[in-house]
């Protein structure tokens, strides 16, 4: 038995949020919004922010997120019906039921799993004996990894054929597409997802398969890696490859390795140090640290040294702060990667663990390292560019030790070194529009919200994504799929911009929903045009080394020669300080015919 859904939906039009929860706590109206000390956690600053216009509550320290009716099911702890009913009491709002059947969606989790574990079987199967798995299995021996290993992590072969594996679990299509094991072609027959492919089977941490990773042979076409779809099973940003071998030694040793790709893993197990996970074709992200909190306070970043040093500091710091953990960053020597290391020097591997350093300590040492300390302008330019990294950390205490380091190696007097961090951040004049947009919001959020501390730093993404919440009329006809990258974004885009924005926080999974609520409850600030060119820079990036990566594998690279040359120059036409809004709306109209052939 179920409310009616537009009972439901008159129900929280009708209710005032800022009422409902101003019964819990203290909210005082800052900008459009209304913050206040977040009920759900204790905190001395207010963490809460709530929209009343759009009806929606974010915390941004403990992350509790909802409407009106899952508040009040938190608060008085009810259940939906009953948050709905005791809101429609309070509105005066008599509700109709309706008889409605719940509860198959645990049975078809189970038969999903099941579905899953017999694919895991099949492929490993083929792989130790089938006899097209030949060049696979040589190319695993090559790489090192025995059949102890091939077992451990049971690895498999996705044969090069339409519909194999399919037909040999012959089970219904909507499962098997379900699992992300099929797809149906356009053709509407169904095919199975993967095709020549060496799959890493990804589990969640109690051990269950949920997706692979599938890794292409050295001379095959296509990507190198391709990941099963998000579905039912499987949600990339919470998922750690290899989590449910690694947990116990995780715990154990009380640190977590956290790499880029399968084979790096598989890698620091064969060196000894069981306790490596992978992101699964993402970057690392809230949630995963979340779940790694839950086994240790302590992740080491064994990433290659320029996604380490590129990896968005603030987010970092803020996790640090916010889950009372500590992030890392093991230093290998530049052009090797874990799993290269693992074979030709697995000492090396272990000594550089032991020796991981702070994130911010490896940010000022790449600073200094790429310096050129032998003449005072060099010293004096990589002192600023060091005191530009230090600038993001919270902790006054902790920027002083390493301003004092600074002040050492670039022979400088402390006290200017201390004056120049206090003065704001320079703008870098590499990625004008970018970068500049960034730091003003920074400093806007900073300046309007007491809880400034805990709003990271937002990609152009989700300013645009802000602005489609806030105010659809000015951003929605201009933007598209493809300006956004493949993962959650995408998908939060896809969900705020085919229903209205109760339907898609309720309807969408999980992480989708927190984002586009966190978005809600704060306010676009970026200029349209601004985030426009600043998303189109982004996907002609993208679409840049989608079209480079075909060239090469083209009979005539030759042919790519002048569409190349025209996105460069498109987008080069965006880099000044003024961009034309025709030379924007040339190259949003290319993106938006081009970029889905380019798959990106
Ligand atoms: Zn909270």
Redo the contacts with the bound molecule.
Sequence with gaps: MGILDEDVVRVRESADIVAVVSQHTQLRKVGTNWVGL?P??N?KSG??SVSQTKGFYY?F????SGDVITFVREMEHLDFAGAVEWLAAKAGITLRYTERDEGESRKRQRRLTELMEQAVDWYHRRLLNGTDAGPARGYLRSRGFDRETVEQFRLGWAPDAWDELNRALGAPRDLLVDSGLGLVNRRGRLQDFFRARVLFPIYDDQGNPVAFGGRKLPDADGPKYQNSREGPLYNKSRTLYALNWAKADVVNSAEAIVCEGYTDVIGFFRAGLPRAVATCGTALTEDHVRHLKRFTNRIVLAYDADEAGQAAAERVYEWERRHEIEVSVLGLPAGTDPDELARSDPDALRKAVGEAIPFLGFRVGRVMHGANLATPEGRSRAAEAAIDAIREHPDPLVRDQYLMEVAGWSRSDIDQLRAQLARPARVRAERPTRSARADDDGRVLLAERPTAASVPRESVELEALRILIDRPADIADRLHPTLFREGLTRRAYLAASTAPIHDAVEEAEPAVSDLLTRLAVSEATGRVDDVLVGLALEASKRAMVALQGEARGAADPLDYAPTIQGLKLMSDDLLGDEPSMESLDRLLAWLAEHAVDLGC
Excluded: N
Aim: glycine share 10%; proline share 0%; hydrophobic share 25%.
């Design positions: 977040c759900f956690h905190e963490s809460l915390c320290g403990c992350r509790a």
